[in-house]
């Protein structure tokens, strides 16, 4: 067994410690985080307390399971970036009468979700079953 410096062992466990606190906010269990990546829970365990090195590919399929940038794991949270641009979309959308359910995901998790991703896929729908894309297009300076 290879000894660890205490540099790496402190990144393995803020690392770590950002993974579980990610997976608490998403309420999904360890199990389901394992399944996601394709790993067992018991190595979503040894990630979470800093036991094993989280490998960079590993965490980039954390970061999509946890539906957040990879730069969270490293203590760099855009989520207050990506709530403004929520609330502005969320704007736009009530502008162009998009159905109050999807108004209320995006208020409510437009931090967690990728903007291009919500931006996309909100666009192609609203209560009448109506592409507003080209509206939100058109729409989107006059938020700025």
Request: one cysteine or more; proline letters at 2%.
């Given at each position: 067994?290879?000894r660890k410096?205490?540099?790496?062992?402190?990144?393995?466990?803020?690392?770590?410690?950002?993974?579980?606190?990610?997976?608490?906010?998403?309420?999904?269990?360890?199990?389901?985080?394992?399944?996601?990546?394709?790993?067992?829970?018991?190595?979503?365990?040894?990630?979470?307390?800093?036991?094993?090195?989280?490998?960079?590919?590993?965490?980039?399929?954390?970061?999509?399971?946890?539906?957040?940038?990879?730069?969270?794991?490293?203590?760099?949270?855009?989520?207050?970036?990506?709530?403004?641009?929520?609330?502005?979309?969320?704007?736009?959308?009530?502008?162009?009468?998009?159905?109050?359910?999807?108004?209320?995901?995006?208020?409510?998790?437009?931090?967690?979700?990728?903007?291009?991703?919500v931006a996309s896929?909100?666009?192609?729908?609203?209560?009448?079953?109506?592409?507003?894309?080209?509206?939100?297009?058109?729409?989107?300076?006059?938020?700025?």
């Amino acid at each position: 067994m290879s000894r660890k410096s205490p540099d790496v062992k402190a990144e393995n466990a803020f690392i770590g410690a950002r993974i579980k606190a990610r997976r608490g906010e998403m309420r999904m269990s360890q199990k389901d985080l394992g399944a996601a990546i394709s790993v067992t829970f018991q190595q979503v365990q040894k990630y979470e307390s800093g036991q094993d090195r989280t490998p960079s590919m590993r965490l980039i399929q954390i970061a999509e399971a946890l539906r957040c940038d990879i730069g969270y794991f490293f203590g760099i949270d855009n989520r207050a970036r990506k709530g403004l641009i929520a609330a502005q979309l969320v704007i736009v959308l009530e502008s162009l009468g998009a159905h109050p359910d999807v108004v209320a995901i995006v208020g409510g998790y437009g931090d967690t979700l990728d903007d291009a991703e919500v931006a996309s896929q909100l666009a192609e729908y609203n209560a009448n079953g109506s592409v507003i894309k080209d509206d939100l297009v058109a729409n989107r300076n006059k938020v700025n």
